[in-house]
């Protein structure tokens, strides 16, 4: 199976690599469109700020080619929330494949913003991601915005508020948590989504 990462430079590709790797799998590393489109599922990772890794997709023609993707893609942290429609971060519009905004924590003068750290996912039990996957299982986060809960979420979690942990559209995944960090539940979620129909 030909699992391609999206190269652009994003901070967690090497650990993306790395996690593949643990689970057998010798991803490639391309931005270039006819390898991608080509690809039986892709990855895009994302650690960095939205406006201006935006700003970088277009350079590159990436905000050409990913939405119009047709096998499973699965955005993490950064790219999960570029997947969306507009973002907070930088005030843009983002890929505009998910329906759903990208919102900035509030600050309610108790948590710590970013949210950095282990939490809880409440997931559809059903969910072909999140098979094997239990309710009191940890999974790490790294980020000071987040998607807000809509029609495409299919993970959530509690931090100063409830938010998408996880998205679904058509064949668009998405974490906002890093599963290349977050250990054996991690592994297992990444081999759930190679493994997807």
Known sequence: MNIT????NAGNTQSVVFALERLG????LSRDKTTIEQADKIIFP????ASSTMQFLKELGLDQIIPNL????????LGMQLLCKQS???NIDCLGIIPQLVKQFPNNGQDKVPHMGWNTLTT???HPLFRGINPKDYVYYVHSYYAELGEATIAQTDYILPFSAALQYNNFY???FHPEKSGDVGSK???NFIELC
């Open 5 to 8: 990462i999206i190269d652009y």
């Open 25 to 28: 799998i010798k991803p490639t």
């Open 46 to 49: 994302g650690v960095g700020e």
């Open 88 to 90: 907070e971060e930088g």
């Open 189 to 191: 979620i990444l081999k």
């Open 124 to 126: 559809k039990s059903d």
């Open 174 to 176: 998405a974490t906002q």
């Open 70 to 77: 047709k096998q499973p893609v699965l955005g993490i942290c």
